[in-house]
């Protein structure tokens, strides 16, 4: 699949299998989010794979938005770990960290499985589960399985703004 056709083909489902995934497909996915370029490679963030029951468990008292998958990803980023651009002391951390998200996100459909960008979690509940992501800033979680029957794209989907509305030739 070329990339624009990935690009477009690419929607937030919302209704996925808990059919295990592959691990090689697994594999792919996280080689494609280490691959994303960082600010000055300082690469401070951290991905946390989430398979087994236990942990999923954990995971739904802090999101209800785990649309049936049977595993998640958390991105989370560390701002002392960060680029600051010296002139006006912008923190790069989640640019970073939301350009790994996207790499993540895109390989999720580029190996034919699906997931949605979840912002909506509570990250202090999510903290207070897992003594790993403490002192990190969570910025994503994605929900990933195969779609289920039935799955389609929210109407808000096919709500883009037109490349003349959205660039400017200046
Ligand atoms: C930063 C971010 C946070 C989002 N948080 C949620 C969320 O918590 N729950 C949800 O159902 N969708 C969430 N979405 C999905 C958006 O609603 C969705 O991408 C947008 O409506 C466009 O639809 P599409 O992804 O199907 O093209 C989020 C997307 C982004 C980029």
């Not at 699949?1 to 690009?7: E, G, K, R, S």
Request: some cysteine; glycine content about 6%.
């Amino acid at each position: 699949m070329d990339f624009l056709t990935l690009a477009k083909e690419r929607y937030s489902c919302r209704k996925l299998t808990d059919k295990p995934v592959e691990p090689e497909k697994i594999e792919r996915i996280l080689q494609a989010a280490i691959a994303a370029p960082t600010a000055k490679n300082l690469q401070p963030y951290k991905i946390w794979k989430i398979t087994s029951a236990e942990s999923m468990a954990k995971v739904k008292k802090a999101t209800n938005f785990t649309f049936g998958a049977g595993m998640v990803f958390v991105v989370g980023v560390l701002k002392n770990k960060a680029f600051v651009r010296p002139f006006d002391g912008l923190n790069y951390a989640d640019i970073d960290g939301a350009i790994v998200a996207t790499h993540l996100m895109l390989a999720v459909k580029a190996e034919g499985l699906d997931t949605t960008w979840v912002g909506m979690f509570d990250a202090f509940k999510l903290q207070s589960e897992f003594n790993e992501m403490q002192g990190y800033e969570l910025i994503a979680l994605f929900p990933v399985g195969y779609a289920a029957e039935g799955a389609t794209p929210a109407s808000r989907h096919f709500e883009r703004r037109a490349i003349s509305d959205a660039v400017e030739e200046i």
